[in-house]
């Protein structure tokens, strides 16, 4: 189940590249002499793929050289250096000069169309030697015993700072691409620690009508009433609501996650009953609970009336209006408030931590630390190929070679080319990994000492524009400075066990035929208990039809495909 949701009003500040701001930290071996040693023969694909005799050089050099062919998902929009293409660019001349491995491509296809053109190859079992999947073709490849056992290769080759690195969410990740105890994939590795809602308020509207800061739910329900009723922006009318929440519920703007996990619901993720079966966080019994509170938050004019036709951009716009004061959102949301604070000088945002109903800590629900996958096919002589290439990434990205920057981002012509996303084989930061790099960034912020970022793996950029608004309140730098301010309380409140990750991150079959239907009922039913169109008792009818619908059978593919992996 896909949980990321990006409004367009934001599309120009995230990225989905798996590297983009990972430019910075890191330690390793390093792979600088690499290429100028004599290189000894490679393992045979018998020994990589069995019981490793040893470590390897995990650099080792393949001579003579020998060809990769791969398949991958390309986007018309890319740009690339003077001279340099999909087929011949810095990634690929590396391979080449340092691993003795030629990249051929046996097919490419815009994004949008690599899903259909690959499950034709798989279909037809006509695969290329190396390529990316999702978490559902993984599975289905692997039954279908059309992979090679990368656990060989795998211990023998990968560097121990790969190896950190991949077991940087506890190895969640690692044991999603493991069947039967073989591991048939290397996982794309991500960070859901960025993931939490938070509670983000208006402090200029809590000082203006004297109320304290939110320790307890019941505050934030008291301060919600009074920015609905109390005129906080001074008008004389009307117009102002607690809490932003946008039609389409989720996502991580304006969100009415956070509240659901004040709650301890956890709506739109896979989570484990006490028996250890997964469960659908939408239809579990702390979520009628959650749609009865909104609801009453509806009736008592604390939530926009017309919340149910506006999208995220339209609650952005309701936000520089100056007709909200509070939202649930992630840590970037300075970034969605960015144009609102500069239409209204006096604003000011500060991220809390989300209360809970009973005070029990609250945990916030996150993604999945796996965005995909890569996947040798079965019988290549040169499974290892594919974990040389991690190393590689991994040294030149996280690591002794980070400040190489023409393999992340080139200046040229006055434009920032994007040669992260070149890489064949890569991985982003883990959450361990995020998280060690955050306290390293507080740190140096605290002391003004950039040179304690030395060992950081990414959000180094942050350092500069937070130190800078902390001394001199420069409002260019205002919306870093709050994400920072919002790293701080995710990293005080979402760390260990109270960030609760989706136990499942792929699609089984019933999913994929179904989960459109399931899921607009889930938002439809769900707007209108809230906006009093139906009862709360309606959750319950809801609950039955989304199993019927194919709920049940989603579970049941599930936890099957779970078991299969234990």
């Known amino acids: 189940m896909k949980r990321r949701r990006l409004f367009k009003l934001i599309t120009g500040m995230l990225t989905i590249a798996l590297v983009a701001s990972a430019c910075s930290g890191g330690g390793g071996k390093s792979a600088e002499k690499t290429s100028e040693s004599s290189a000894q023969p490679s393992a045979s694909a018998s020994e990589a793929s069995g019981s490793p005799a040893g470590k ?26 003077k001279g340099d293409s999909i087929d011949n660019n810095v990634w690929y001349r590396e391979y080449e000069n340092l691993l003795g491995i030629k990249v051929v491509h046996d097919w490419t296809a815009l994004a949008t169309e690599y899903n259909r053109k690959l499950n034709v190859s798989i279909a037809s079992g006509s695969l290329p030697e190396v390529f990316s999947v999702s978490a559902s073709q993984l599975k289905q490849l692997a039954d279908a015993g059309q992979l090679e056992d990368l656990t060989g290769a795998y211990e023998k080759y990968a560097s121990d700072h790969t190896k950190k690195l991949q077991q940087g969410d506890g190895g969640a990740a690692l044991a999603s691409a493991t ?43 008291r301060i919600s009433e009074a920015f609905a009723n109390e005129d906080p922006d001074g008008n004389g009318e009307k117009d102002t609501f607690g809490i932003a929440v946008n039609n389409y519920l989720y996502g991580p703007i304006t969100s009415i996650t956070g509240l659901a996990n004040a709650y301890h619901a956890y709506p739109q993720t896979w989570i484990k009953d006490e028996s250890g079966k997964v469960v659908y966080g939408s239809t579990q019994p702390q979520m009628k609970e959650v749609l009865a509170k909104l609801q009453e938050m509806y009736k008592g004019g604390q939530l926009d009336r017309e919340f149910g036709v506006k999208d995220g951009n339209k609650v952005a716009e309701d936000i520089a209006a100056n007709h909200f004061g509070m939202a649930f959102g992630a840590n970037w949301n300075p970034y969605v408030f960015l144009d609102a604070v500069k239409k209204n000088p006096g604003m000011e945002w500060k991220p809390y931590p989300v209360p809970s109903v009973d005070g029990t800590p609250t945990k916030a629900s996150a993604g999945f630390s796996a965005s995909g996958y890569v996947v040798v096919r079965k019988g290549f002589e040169h499974p290892e190929a594919v974990v040389k ?8 990205v996280h ?23 070149l890489s064949i084989v890569q991985s ?36 500069g524009p937070t130190v800078d608004y902390l001394k001199t309140g420069n409002m260019d730098n205002w919306a870093v400075a709050h994400q920072y301010f919002g790293f701080e309380a995710t990293m005080d409140n979402y760390t260990g066990d109270r960030l609760l990750m989706t136990a499942f991150g792929g699609q089984t079959p019933t999913m994929t035929d179904k989960w459109a239907t399931l899921d607009k009922l889930e938002k439809e039913t769900f707007t209108k208990i809230i906006m009093g169109a139906a009862s709360v008792d309606e959750f319950d009818k809801f609950v039955e039809d989304w199993n019927k619908l194919g709920g049940e059978a989603i579970l049941q593919e599930i936890n099957d495909w779970l078991s299969s992996q234990q």
Do not use: C
């Open 56 to 81: 390897a050089d995990p650099f080792e050099k393949y001579d003579p050289p020998i060809e990769l062919h791969v398949a991958r998902a390309v986007d018309q929009t890319w740009t690339y250096p």
């Open 179 to 221: 069947f039967n105890g073989k591991l048939l994939a290397i996982p794309v590795v991500n960070a859901p620690i960025y993931e939490p809602n938070l509670l983000w308020v208006r402090t200029d509207w809590l000082e203006k009508l004297n109320l304290p800061e939110p320790k307890t739910l019941e505050d934030v329900f």
């Open 428 to 463: 982003g930061v883990s959450n361990d990994g995020v998280i060690e790099s955050l306290k390293l960034l507080r740190e140096a912020i605290k002391n003004e000492d950039e040179s304690l970022l030395k060992d950081a793996l990414t959000e180094t950029d942050k350092y």
């Open 399 to 421: 690591g002794s070679r980070r400040n190489e920057g023409q393999f992340i981002t080139v200046e040229e012509g006055g434009e920032r080319i994007n040669t992260s996303r």
């Open 389 to 396: 290439m991690l190393n590689l990434h991994e040294e030149v």
